[in-house]
């Protein structure tokens, strides 16, 4: 079974970038399809960006290109570069695992890291 522990989160400035990493354990997860999901307090969780095996990627058309999902599989690792941040991108960020596709919502994965907490002030 696969396990996945998310990093780098952090409280910034408004304008800053920060880099998200999913570290997997258990399993490679070179075939698996791998997705960035966020909620927002009092708000539904999500979609941000998902990476297949084959490394085509997929965005919310609400982040305007300022994020990039990539994956190092010889690391094991998938990784979230946000830059331009704004307050409303502060949420708290999972990770999300799936060894038969890659979608865009919360029911195309059965895995889930337990999240780390962005913050971003103006």
């Known amino acids: 079974q696969v396990q996945l522990v998310e990093s780098g989160g952090g409280r910034v400035q408004a304008g800053d970038s920060l880099r998200l990493s999913c570290a997997a354990s258990?399993?490679?997860?070179?075939?698996?399809?791998m997705g960035w999901f966020r909620q927002a307090p009092g708000k539904e969780r999500e979609f941000v960006a998902a990476?297949?095996?084959?490394?085509?990627?997929y965005y919310a058309d609400s982040l305007s290109g300022r994020f990039i999902i990539f994956r190092d599989n010889a690391k094991n690792t998938v990784y979230l570069q946000m830059i331009s941040l704004k307050p409303e991108d502060t949420a708290v960020y999972y990770c999300?695992?799936?060894?038969?596709?890659?979608?865009?919502?919360?029911?195309?994965?059965?895995?889930w890291g337990q999240g780390t907490q962005v913050t971003v002030s103006s």
């Open positions: 999300a695992a799936d060894q038969l596709r890659v979608g865009t919502t919360s029911n195309d994965y059965d895995i």
């Open positions: 258990g399993r490679t997860i070179s075939i698996y399809g």
């Open positions: 990476i297949s095996s084959e490394e085509n990627t």
